[in-house]
Structure formats: C-alpha cells, structure tokens
C-alpha cells in the first residue's frame, strides 16, 4: 500500500531524479473534461528519452515553476527589482528573480513560513502576526494560511524583509508534484502520460491555482519543455500471473494509473478478467477516457465496466454504492484470486470504498465483519490489497 507521499529516498528511473531532472518535451496538452464541467482535468503527453523507463504504477514527478505574475507582484510588494544577486540552497549565486520563478515555494502559505517571518521582526511583531503564533494559537494559524499565498502575509504585514536572502530562511523549497502514470510504455514508446485536475479556488477575495497543476494548465503548451523525473512505486503493480482477475476502483484521477494497467494488458495480450469501477460528477461532462474505455469494453479486454456519476441524479451515486449493488459478484472474483486496487483520495473515498469492500467480503462469505478484517488482512499479505491514494 502507497498511502503515498513520495519516499524521501526516490530511486529514479535512468540516470535523473528530482535534483536532476530531464527537460521533457510537452507532447499532448488535451482537456478531458468537457466545458460544462465544473473540473478541468487535463491529459498531459511527455517525452522520455531512450533509457528511461517506467512499469504500469509508477509516477512521474513534475517540478513547476511559479506563475511570472505571482514573482513580479512578490518582488513589488518586497520592493526588489529581481536583479539582486542570492545563494540558491546549493550556495550557488543566482538571481532574486530566478529565485522566486523556479527555487522558492510562494504558492499556498506554510505555518512554518508564517513564524520563520514573524521571528523577522525582532521584538516588534504586530499584534496580528503574534496572535498566530506558538502552539497554543495553532489552529488560528492553520485557519489563516488556509488559502493564502506568501504574498498575502508580505501585503497584510509589509516590512520584515530586509535583505533578498532572507526569504530562503522564510520560504520551503519549491517542491515537485507526483503524478500517477497514466500510460503504459509498452502501448506508447518514448512517452509518458498523466492525467491532471487543474486545482483552481478563490479565497481571500483572490483567484488561486495550484502550483503545479496550473503550470501545466496554463504554462505547458505543446512544445514546451518541463523538468521530469520517473519515481518507481513497487507497492502498486499488476499481478505476476497474466491470468489474475483485477478489480480497479479509480474515481476521478484516480482512473490514471488504470488506465496504464489496461493498456499494459492489452498491448501484452493478457488474458485475465479486468473490472474498472470509475466515478465523476456528471456522465456528460467529466466521463474520463470515455471512448477508449467503452471500446476496452466493446473489444472484451474489459470484462465489466462500471460508472457512479454522482450529480446525475439528485442522491449522490459513488463507486462504492456500484460495489456495493455488484457484491455477490465482487466477491466471486475475490475468491477467484482478484487483485483489488484504489487509486484516488485518500481523505474519504479510500476508506469508504474498503469499509464497502468489507461489506461484500461479509455479505458474499455469508460472515461477520471480523472475518472479513481477516480475509481482507490475507489479502493484503498476498499484495492482492494494493492503494495508491493522495
Ligand atoms: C503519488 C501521487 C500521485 C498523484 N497523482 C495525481 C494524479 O494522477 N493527478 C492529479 O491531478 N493529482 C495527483 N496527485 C496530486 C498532485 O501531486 C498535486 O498535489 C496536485 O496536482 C496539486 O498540486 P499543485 O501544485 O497544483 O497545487 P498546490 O500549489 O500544491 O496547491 C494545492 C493546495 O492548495 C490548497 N487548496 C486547494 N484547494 C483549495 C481551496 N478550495 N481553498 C483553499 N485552499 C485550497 C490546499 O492547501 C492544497 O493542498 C498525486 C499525488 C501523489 C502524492
Ligand atoms: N492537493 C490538491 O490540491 C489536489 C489536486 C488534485 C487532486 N487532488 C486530489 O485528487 C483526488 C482526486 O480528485 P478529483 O477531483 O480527480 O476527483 P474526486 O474529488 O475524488 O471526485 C471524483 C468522484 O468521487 C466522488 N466522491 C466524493 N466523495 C467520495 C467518497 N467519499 N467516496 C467515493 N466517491 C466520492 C465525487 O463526487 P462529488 O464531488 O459529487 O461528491 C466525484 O464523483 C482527490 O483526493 C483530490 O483531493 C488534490
């Protein structure tokens, strides 16, 4: 199980890794999402050179750089021109502007940015930056950088900066985003595929994006070129045995790994059953991959597909009330020897899907919940159990 937040050792694939990046080649930049939609998920194509290689449940991690608005309204409420000379983390000199484009994390505002500038001001913090500071005043603090970005704290409380250097004690590092996979090698040589929601919100009265994900939203062109590095993940992987059924269950871009899986499969020409369970908000609009999987469907590769498109109705349908109307079945595949897979959020659909799993071990084993813990402990031993949530 992933419950994945990137190991802090990543073993890269080939010779690059997050501190070494390959500059990858934008390929494809498509919306999957269609314009009614209230998400605007993007599928992203990236080229790989010869060498560099990936299995079906792997990621690729993305290394953004900061909107150039975002740096210039940065530089202009700290009243720096950008030219001034720093030390990068390496203790290389580069430009402040530099700086703030590709090295420093000005996007969402960490609690520990907010004490490291309040410390800034000696004995003379205002009494609204004190107010959120020492563990007594935690949850205010966690309320107050919710939503907000480094520029709001510099714009509520100007003054603290006094020299560009600064602000690499104040500001995290500008971190890379794991993407899941969403291609398999075998079906696209030279390629790598993601499959991303752009993650746009107001707050505070200001228009946000996701680092990250708005990079590629908005700044990624086909074309472009983006720093990438491949990060193996041994915990989420197709069975050995070609035969094996496999049980997805992938709403929103939790479909991405699965959708490598299923190509992997095909290209190989691999016999066992699939059964992908897939839920979004509307069939119309936010129906992922739609014709690739209902020809995956049509041509027999997979076995059952399954959708919950939860606001197409007025009662909320998700993946786990389609287990849950198929249970007798699920547990047949289970018994069986299936592999049953999650990838997506790990705040509430992971453990809602395991609690309905538990539920169709029950039911189908005709037991009580204990047993089913057990046979889903079992399961797990096997690695027939496998998430890879965020
Ligand atoms: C192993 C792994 C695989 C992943 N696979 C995928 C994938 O296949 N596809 C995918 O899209 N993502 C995936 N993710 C998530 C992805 O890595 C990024 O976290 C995501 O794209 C957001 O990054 P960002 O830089 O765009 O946003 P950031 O700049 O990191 O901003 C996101 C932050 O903004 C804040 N925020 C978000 N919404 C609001 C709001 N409404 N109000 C206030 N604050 C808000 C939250 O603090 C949130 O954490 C995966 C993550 C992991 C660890
Ligand atoms: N860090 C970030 O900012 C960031 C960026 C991108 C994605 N993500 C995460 O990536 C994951 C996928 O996001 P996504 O937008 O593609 O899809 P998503 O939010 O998981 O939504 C996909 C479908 O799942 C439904 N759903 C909601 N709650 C559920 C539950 N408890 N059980 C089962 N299904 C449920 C949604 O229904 P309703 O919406 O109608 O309730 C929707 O139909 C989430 O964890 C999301 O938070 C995070």
Known sequence: MTETTPAPAEKAHGKYTRNQPYLSRVLTNRRLTGPESEKET?????????????TPGDAVGIIPTNRESQVHDVLRALGFTGSEPVEDHYKNQISLL????????????ARGSVNQYAKLYGENVPAGLAALLGTENKALAEEYVWGREFLDLITEFPGAITAPQQLFVVLQRLQPRMYSI????????????????????????HDRQGVASGHLGERAPVGAHLPIYLHENKAFRLPEDPTAPVIMIGPGT???PFRAFLEHRQVLGQSGPNWLFFGEQRSVSDYLYKEQFLAMHHDGLLTQLHTAFSRDQSKKVYVQDRMNEHAAELYAWLERGAYFYVCGDASRMAKD??????????????????????????????????????
């Open 42 to 54: 993007i599928h992203v194509e990236l080229a790989l050179e010869d060498g560099m290689t990936y």
């Open 98 to 109: 530099e700086a703030l484009t590709a090295h420093l994390g000005i996007g969402k505002l």
């Open 182 to 205: 969403a291609s398999s090698q075998a079906a696209h040589p030279g390629e790598v595929h993601t499959t991303v929601r752009v993650v746009r919100y107001t707050a505070h009265g």
């Open 254 to 256: 939790g479909i991405a």
């Open 353 to 390: 899907v395991e609690t309905a799993l538990l539920d169709c071990i029950a039911k189908g084993c005709d037991g009580t919940l204990e047993h089913a813990a057990e046979y889903l402990a079992e399961m797990k031993k096997q690695k027939r159990y496998q998430r890879d949530v965020y």
